[in-house]
């Protein structure tokens, strides 16, 4: 298995976590879970398209992540629908909201997150061919 | 992991949260703002106050020029906004209500 499957394994166990999650009708829990299957996804779709590889301390930032995604993958290549140009941004407003704000996640936007989130990971499948 | 080479000047960020503010405020009169520094990502955080239902509509407004700060521009800029507390009370009580008459 190679790194950029290893992460895209990660996502999708994130995005079960999050489905069920949302029938359970816990959304907090929901958007958290998004969020990283968004995050690693985006990253096995860095490593798959050769756009970025891992430091030393095998860690990845949020702006790191979002600019070589939004700004490689989706503006420069054309690999991804502009579409899915802002879902880091978006899932990681609901993860704020979620861990550290006063408010919650509604249903609504657990809904929208999590559907985004599905669409994110079958494109990458689909870019990525039998690769992934 | 390649980190961002260029760390914007507190004018470049100053500017953003102008624009921004003046941006959601032209759309929401009634808006306050809080700015602030966060760690989690790492960057400036500007956080309107605003009421309504779904706080994600706000980037109907920002969202493309967001993006571009923080992409093109590479400034660590980030919108967090919230509803009064009030109205996050109010929608709670609202929602435990229907809950319990289940």
Known sequence: MDLATLFLAKAQESLAGADSELLSRRFNNAANRTYYACVHAAISALLDAGAATPGRSGEWGHDFVQARFAGELIARRKLYSSDLRDILGMTMRLRHKADYQDDGVSEVQASRAVRRAHALVEAIRQVAGGRL | MSALPIQPDDA???A????????IAKHYPSATFEVGHGADPPGTYLVPIIDVDDTEELFDLI???LLEMQIEER???YVFPIRPLARVLADLSQTGSSSSSV
């Open chain 2, 16 to 23: 953003a949260l102008s624009e921004l503010r003046a941006r």
């Open chain 2, 12 to 14: 470049s960020v100053d």
């Open chain 2, 63 to 65: 969202g493309e020029r």
């Open chain 2, 75 to 77: 400034l660590r800029v």
